[in-house]
């Protein structure tokens, strides 16, 4: 079965070193998402993109955020300067039809951003 | 706005008892509810979706849904709760009038199962 799949599973950074989380939708979908959650709390809209630019992103996602699909499979998240309150679980997700609201939302696994 | 929420943040069930985890909703127009499962450690997981048609909705692991209109409900059920169903579960909506139609995901449910 397609999946979503992310990495590292697991990221461990200084404050202010930049990070970047990287994403492999399942390949014939066209809507991408970022979401994040803090310590097992509320998942997070953080952006989404489709036709390789930004449709929609939070307040949260301020201009330290940036994401990228680099090369039409992976899509990245790129942190420029952690900060402690950047410490999460990262979700990937991606959806197989245009903004379409009778579809699902397939995530990935998730990549735990430790910030020390 | 669109939005979810669950009110209860932590639900405890006997083992083999049947379990509900609650959700309400508040949208404008026609909802698109789901629920997903997130086991510790874990991802989310799809567990089933309302879109139209029949209110009761069948999905993984032996979990259904119930939608209720004048109630605007949408609550997780299972006839018969198993230990491994302990996870967090999220009830959510989608956002049309997000122009990506994102999700939003309501605050989550905690259900131990207990032996």
């Known amino acids: 079965e397609p999946e979503v799949t992310q990495t590292p599973s697991h990221q461990v950074t200084q404050m202010g070193q930049e990070v970047i989380l990287r994403c492999v939708p399942i390949?014939?979908?066209?809507?991408f998402y970022w979401y994040r959650q803090i310590l097992g709390q509320k998942v997070e809209f953080l952006v989404s993109?489709?036709?390789?630019?930004?449709?929609?992103k939070s307040e949260i996602f301020d201009d330290q955020f940036s994401v990228e699909r680099p090369d039409g499979s992976n899509f990245t998240l790129k942190i420029r300067s952690t900060k402690l309150e950047d410490s999460a679980m990262y979700f990937c997700?991606?959806?197989?039809?245009?903004?379409?609201?009778?579809?699902?939302?397939?995530f990935g696994q998730g990549t735990r951003l430790t910030v020390v | 706005a669109q939005s979810v929420a669950q009110p209860e943040d932590q639900v405890n069930v006997a083992e083999g008892n049947p379990l509900t985890v609650k959700c309400t909703y508040s949208?404008?127009?026609?909802?698109?509810l789901f629920w997903y499962v997130q086991y510790p450690n874990r991802g989310l997981q799809f567990l089933l979706k309302?879109?139209?048609?029949?209110?009761l909705v069948k999905g993984s692991y032996g979990f259904e849904a119930e939608f209720n209109k004048s109630q605007t409900s949408f609550h997780l059920k299972k006839p018969s709760a198993l230990v491994s169903d302990s996870a967090l579960y999220f009830c959510?909506?989608?956002?049309?009038?997000?122009?990506?139609?994102?999700?939003?995901f309501g605050s989550g449910t905690r259900l131990s199962i207990r032996p």
């Open positions: 309302y879109i139209t048609g029949d209110n």
């Open positions: 993109f489709y036709n390789n630019e930004i449709s929609e």
């Open positions: 959510a909506v989608r956002d049309f009038y997000s122009s990506a139609s994102k999700i939003i």
């Open positions: 949208v404008s127009g026609n909802p698109y």
């Open positions: 997700a991606s959806s197989e039809r245009k903004g379409a609201r009778d579809t699902e939302a397939f």
């Open positions: 390949s014939n979908h066209l809507y």
